[in-house]
């Protein structure tokens, strides 16, 4: 079955410093997400994006924050100067256009800010 | 968007079949009912879909009155791998680019 991958598995970094996290999202599909996940707390929506530009994004995804799609395969998202509160679980996802109620995630990366 | 409400916690008994039931008064008439499975530190699961009556696959069934204010996901004879947090989730088909997860229902299996 494909699968959404992510890289790194586990992020850590000081607190300020800039974060790279990405993704390979299904090949054929065409909307990507990112969500994040607290510790004990729900998962949370940041933003969506579809056809090279943001769809929708929520009050969480703030100007610290940007996602890309530098080529055909891969998904990024950038924390400019992370903050302690933006530790999480940070899970990618993708879906197809007409069934966006199925996302397929990735295994995340363990966002750690010190 | 809308809200769901499910119940926090429960237990069950490997072998037993567990009912899970979420509440989702206004939907609309465009929504449809997806239920997601998420273990601990991994991404959420699609599990199954719904618009009303009866849907079953591999994994569960999904019962959805004909109001459709509420569902069930039933799945058959849990084992303890099938301990996880599944979300209940109504969203409209085919237009929706922010899918929300609540705070989901932790199913516990004991053996």
């Known amino acids: 079955e494909p699968e959404v991958t992510q890289t790194p598995s586990h992020q850590v970094t000081q607190m300020g410093q800039e974060v790279i996290l990405r993704c390979v999202p299904i090949?054929?599909?065409?909307?990507f997400y990112w969500y994040r996940q607290i510790l004990g707390q729900k998962v949370e929506f940041l933003v969506s994006?579809?056809?090279?530009?943001?769809?929708?994004k929520s009050e969480i995804f703030d100007d610290q924050f940007s996602v890309e799609r530098p080529d055909g395969s891969n998904f990024t998202l950038k924390i400019r100067s992370t903050k302690l509160e933006d530790s999480a679980m940070y899970f990618c996802?993708?879906?197809?256009?007409?069934?966006?109620?199925?996302?397929?995630f990735g295994s995340g990366t363990q966002l750690s800010v010190l | 968007l809308a809200k769901t409400t499910q119940p926090i916690s429960m237990d069950s008994y490997e072998g037993q079949e567990v009912n899970i039931t979420c509440s989702h008064n206004?939907?609309?008439?465009?929504?449809?009912i997806t239920w997601y499975q998420q273990f601990p530190s991994q991404g959420p699961r699609f599990i199954i879909q719904?618009?009303?009556t009866k849907v079953t696959n591999e994994v569960a069934s999904l019962f959805i009155p004909a109001d459709r204010k509420s569902s069930t996901l039933s799945l058959p004879r849990v084992s303890l791998s099938d301990t996880a947090v599944y979300y209940c989730?109504?969203?409209?088909?085919?237009?929706?680019?922010?899918?929300?997860f609540g705070k989901g229902n932790q199913v516990v299996v004991i053996p």
């Open positions: 996802a993708s879906s197809e256009y007409r069934d966006r109620e199925k996302l397929f």
């Open positions: 090949s054929n599909h065409l909307y």
């Open positions: 994006f579809y056809n090279n530009e943001i769809s929708e």
């Open positions: 206004n939907i609309a008439t465009n929504d449809y």
């Open positions: 719904g618009y009303k």
């Open positions: 989730l109504v969203a409209l088909h085919y237009g929706n680019n922010r899918l929300a």
